[in-house]
């Protein structure tokens, strides 16, 4: 089992920064590739970005290239989604989630169903 807890959500101007975390807990935070999704009211849940247990591949939507940055610190066993220049299209709940990377270094899965674990999620919300 992996426990996944995300933090940094809040509101923000248009233009602004966040950056939200994850903490895992549980089983190797190592072995595992982490992503971030979202998902605005109304709306279907999307893909944002996710990062190889390796933390040396990425991969981002279209939408968010440029503006979000993942990242990963295994010694600290979170993940982080730095988010700058933040739109009111960004206003969503945020998930963090880990996805068995079953030893392939530069697993970095975009499809909510390939993920084993996920966050209960925090709001960020970008308006002035």
């Known amino acids: 089992q992996v426990q996944l807890v995300e933090s940094g959500g809040g509101l923000v101007q248009p233009g602004g920064s966040l950056r939200l975390s994850c903490a895992a807990s549980g089983r190797t935070f190592s072995t595992y590739a982490m992503g971030w999704f979202r998902q605005a009211p109304g709306k279907e849940r999307e893909f944002v970005a996710a990062?190889?247990?390796?933390?040396?591949?990425?991969s981002y939507a279209d939408s968010v290239k440029g503006r979000l940055t993942i990242s990963r610190d295994i010694a600290k066993s979170t993940v982080y989604l730095q988010m700058n220049s933040l739109t009111p299209e960004d206003t969503a709940v945020y998930y963090c989630?880990?996805?068995?990377?079953?030893?392939?270094?530069?697993?970095?899965?975009?499809?909510?169903?390939?993920?084993?674990?996920w966050g209960q999620g925090t709001q960020v919300t970008a308006s002035s």
């Open positions: 990062v190889s247990w390796s933390g040396l591949r990425t």
């Open positions: 989630a880990a996805a068995d990377a079953g030893g392939r270094p530069s697993y970095t899965p975009r499809r909510g169903t390939e993920y084993n674990y």
